[in-house]
């Protein structure tokens, strides 16, 4: 059984950065696909980084200000998240699935392990 746990949210000033961090149970990166995703009070779960073996995808809310990066040794999975903006307000969730699917890695039902969230809270 995969487990995942999520760490990093806090208190950010607007415009600042934070890091989430993922940690997984095992050694799952070199065939499992990772990724983050979001929920915003009121909103749907929304994908926002996603990353297999080195091949990268980002939702246009977060290019160019959020990082997705993984760490093999460590067995952990990275957000680095940059210019913040209220609107990047959310529970932030890693998920975790077998195999590479590009054209849905934004969809949270093709994921299977979940993390139970981290908060980042409104940059003030």
């Known amino acids: 059984q995969v487990q995942l746990q999520e760490s990093g949210g806090g208190s950010v000033q607007a415009g600042g950065s934070l890091r989430l961090s993922c940690v997984a149970s095992?050694?799952?990166?070199?065939?499992?696909?990772m990724a983050w995703f979001r929920r915003a009070p009121g909103k749907e779960r929304e994908g926002v980084a996603n990353i297999y073996r080195g091949s990268k995808s980002y939702a246009d809310s977060v290019k160019g200000r959020f990082t997705i990066s993984q760490d093999n040794a460590k067995n952990t999975l990275y957000l680095q998240m940059n210019s913040l903006k209220p609107e990047d307000t959310a529970m932030y969730f890693c998920?975790?699935?077998?195999?590479?699917?590009?054209?849905?890695?934004?969809?949270?039902?093709?994921?299977?392990?979940w993390g139970q969230g981290t908060q980042v809270p409104s940059p003030h």
């Open positions: 095992g050694s799952i990166y070199s065939s499992y696909c």
């Open positions: 998920a975790a699935a077998v195999g590479w699917f590009p054209g849905s890695w934004y969809v949270p039902a093709r994921y299977n392990h």
